[in-house]
């Protein structure tokens, strides 16, 4: 539950829609699909198996499984994870404004927003850094506390209430007149499409929503029970990441192509689309919507902080096995490297214009999409080549076979160890590689 905890965040509700959109929809979806099934689950239970075999975080769990040195990929993982939260709290501050104003509604009635009320809120200087800050202590009490206890249990209940919620949102989304459309956009593929820069972010998402190639698996794993299976478990969250991340993409794509002039309030900041669309049909098409729409940014918010504190514990973890920190200084010292790089991303997407507007790689304009798509497209997908090369090539089969709790190697277990070997390598490699040589492959 933990581990689907950390999986389903911010990734599915407010990333995915994004970038599908932004690609232009079923050809993303099939290579993202493609990707969760031929690398997702396979290198979800290599961090699994590596996380429970070693008994320990990211980095010595390189270094006592294999040596000295394979901890840099531990190490590039904890960088990512840095990374990673510094944006991540960000947004997720952004869900505790959409409660706020949810409850607001509900009370006094809804009235649409201007189109242009997400683009002033996301320039709002004061309002960004407070709400960041909000969050991100919030995530270092969670860690310093400790991820079991608390966090745990109220994972178990909150989860299946979200699960619950997007169904229902599901639904009344299909009954609308612009669900169709939603529908053909997400599943139909158009191989002209296809360019390796959309390989690129189907993998990157791939690996960011199942919270893969930084270690925090390997963390989880290590907590998981040595009976437990671990395909069943790596496969069970993988498929409910996948339906949460679908069910937000179709009910957004039918509200925008429902609802006059919702195109043009997404617009340009299609990064805002969870925080822009939703609303509407809570409170227009939905009955008991009043009461569900401020209880849904809550959950959103609970889904990242379940997110962030995975993002933490890799953090706080290895500055405790390296440093011999105690628990608190180690809190402490991380979350304030983190929140200087907060700073720089919640100033990004209007607050201030220098930190806004420059673009490194082609579309990716200012920090926060910068940062983000480091880490999620090259740092993550290289932390996962460097994870499939040390299971496939340094651990011992027979170790493998008998971790995952098999008598005898079944052809599923060859065909699971020639994909970490060979072909994930290869694949990973291989798009990485074209898309550093080739500007433009269209
Ligand atoms: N998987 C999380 C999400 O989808 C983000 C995350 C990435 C968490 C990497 C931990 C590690 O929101």
């Not at 893969?212 to 029970?225: E, F, K, P, V």
């Not at 490297?337 to 990716?364: C, E, P, Q, R, Y």
Request: glycine residues 10%.
């Amino acid at each position: 539950m933990a581990a689907a905890g950390s999986a389903v965040g911010l990734g599915n509700l407010w990333k995915f829609p994004y970038v599908t959109w932004s690609n232009g929809g079923g050809t993303f979806v099939l290579v993202y699909l493609l990707a969760v099934i031929l690398l997702g689950i396979p290198i979800m239970m290599a961090e699994i198996l590596v996380g429970r075999r070693s008994q320990k975080s990211p980095v010595p769990a390189f270094e006592s499984l294999g040596s000295k040195r394979w901890t840099p990929i531990g190490w590039l993982g904890v960088a990512a994870a840095g990374v990673i939260l510094s944006y991540y709290s960000v947004i997720a501050g952004w869900s505790l404004r959409s409660f706020v104003q949810c409850m607001g509604w509900s009370i006094h009635g809804y009235q649409a927003p201007a189109a242009k009320a997400f683009g002033l809120f996301l320039a709002n200087v004061p309002m960004q850094l407070g709400l960041t800050l909000l969050f991100s202590l919030a995530t270092a009490l969670v860690v310093y506390r400790g991820v079991s206890g608390g966090i745990e249990r109220t994972t178990k209940l909150l989860m299946p209430v979200l699960f619950l919620i997007m169904i229902y949102l599901g639904i009344t989304a299909a009954t609308m007149s612009g669900s169709g459309h939603a529908a053909r956009m997400i599943f139909t593929p158009h191989m002209s499409r296809f360019h390796p820069r959309i390989v690129l972010e189907a993998v990157g998402q791939s690996f960011f929503t199942l919270s893969l190639g930084l270690g925090a698996m390997i963390t989880y794993g290590s907590y998981l029970d040595k009976k437990a299976s671990v395909f069943r478990s790596a496969a069970s969250v993988v498929v409910l990441d996948t339906f949460v991340a679908l069910m937000a993409c179709f009910s957004m794509f039918a509200i925008i192509f429902s609802v006059p002039g919702m195109k043009e309030k997404v617009g340009a900041s299609t990064v805002g689309m969870l925080f822009v669309t939703l609303p509407g049909i809570f409170y227009q098409k939905m009955p008991g919507g009043l009461i569900l729409a401020p209880l849904f940014y809550v959950l959103v918010a609970f889904a990242a902080l379940t997110s962030t504190i995975s993002l933490g514990e890799v953090l706080v973890s290895s500055f405790i096995d390296y440093k011999h920190w105690s628990r608190r200084k180690a809190t402490i010292v991380a979350s304030s490297l983190v929140f200087l790089g907060s700073i720089l991303a919640a100033l990004s997407n209007g607050g201030m214009k220098a930190l806004s507007t420059f673009a490194f790689f082609h579309d990716k304009h200012g920090v926060m999409a910068t940062l983000d798509y480091l880490a999620a497209n090259w740092m993550l997908p290289l932390g996962g080549l460097g994870t499939t090369l040390f299971v496939g090539w340094r651990l011992d089969p027979l170790v493998l076979q008998r971790e995952l709790g098999m008598k005898k190697a079944t052809w599923l277990f060859h065909a699971w160890v020639w994909i970490l070997r060979v072909v994930a390598p290869a694949a990973i490699a291989a798009i990485l590689v074209a898309v550093a040589m080739g500007k433009d492959f269209s």
